[in-house]
């Protein structure tokens, strides 16, 4: 099968120095690559990218310039071949409270910025360094994006709108610009994962993560950060995977609340 070699490459994690991302970040080292680890916290990307030989740069994914400084950082290891999305957050609530008193705008505000505009601000700032590296294959393919959904882009639960608008956007911005970037030899992909066990949610009681399990249709249980990882670096290698949206959810649809 063809492979997307990422031998000698460079990549970036965005939220690597954790859960999700982390284990992306070390997927993506075995797999030859010298990773960028872009996150905000400082102590644990530092020992990540110390660990894996590669590099930590503090990193807003929803600023410019620290995006750039993340790709000039990933280039200068090697060519920039892969990127993985991993960054995000949540913040629950309700449209209008028990008072009819509407949500703080700017907490909404705040969750698109970061889960949508970051994404697609690290997406275009590392696919304009791609497309300025030599093929690495027959096909023309000089890279990967692997951009985080989430299952509440299609079935967000109450007080999810915020959360489910910012991945419901990053799900439908995919085909548009896996088309766009196609020329380039430069792939989109989107992973839509259900409940992860995350470190937010290990720090939640025993019971509580079994109920959650509980409620995947098979297997039934949390979702791994690894299962997660290695979707995301099939998605790399695979270079006929193109434009799509990958549910990981063991078949999850998730309730109203």
């Known amino acids: 099968?063809?492979?997307m070699n990422l031998q000698a490459s460079s990549s970036i994690v965005t939220g690597g120095a954790s859960g999700i991302g982390e284990a992306a970040a070390r997927?993506?080292?075995e797999a030859g690559s010298r990773v960028v680890i872009a996150d905000l916290q400082e102590d644990k990307g530092q020992a990540v990218?110390?660990?894996l030989g590669g590099l930590f740069v503090k990193c807003d994914v929803s600023n410019v310039e620290d995006a750039q400084a993340a790709v000039t950082a990933a280039?200068?290891?090697g060519p920039l071949r892969a990127l993985v999305n991993s960054a995000g957050l949540g913040r629950a609530a309700r449209t209008i409270d028990r008072n009819n008193v509407p949500a703080d705008l700017g907490q909404f505000e705040f969750v698109i910025k970061i889960n949508l505009l970051g994404t697609y601000n690290m997406?275009?700032?590392?696919?304009?360094?791609?497309?300025q590296?030599?093929?690495?294959?027959e096909d023309g393919s000089r890279g990967a994006i692997v951009n985080m959904a989430s299952a509440a882009a299609f079935d967000g639960q109450i007080g999810q709108a915020a959360y489910s608008a910012s991945k419901g956007g990053v799900h439908a911005m995919t085909i548009p610009v896996a088309r766009e970037l196609a020329r380039f030899g430069i792939r989109v992909l989107t992973i839509a994962p259900g409940i992860m066990g995350t470190p937010m949610l290990f720090a939640l009681p025993n019971e509580v993560q079994e109920s959650l399990g509980k409620t995947v249709p098979f297997p039934a249980r949390l979702g791994s950060a690894?299962?997660?990882a290695k979707l995301a670096l099939h998605m790399c290698n695979n270079v006929y995977m193109n434009g799509e949206t990958v549910r990981l959810d063991g078949a999850i649809r998730l309730a109203a609340k």
């Not at 590296?133 to 294959?137: A, G, H």
């Open 27 to 29: 997927q993506l080292a």
């Open 226 to 228: 690894e299962e997660y």
């Open 1 to 3: 099968m063809p492979r």
């Open 133 to 137: 590296t030599e093929p690495v294959d």
């Open 49 to 51: 990218a110390s660990e």
């Open 75 to 77: 280039s200068e290891m």
């Open 123 to 131: 997406l275009a700032q590392s696919a304009a360094a791609m497309a």
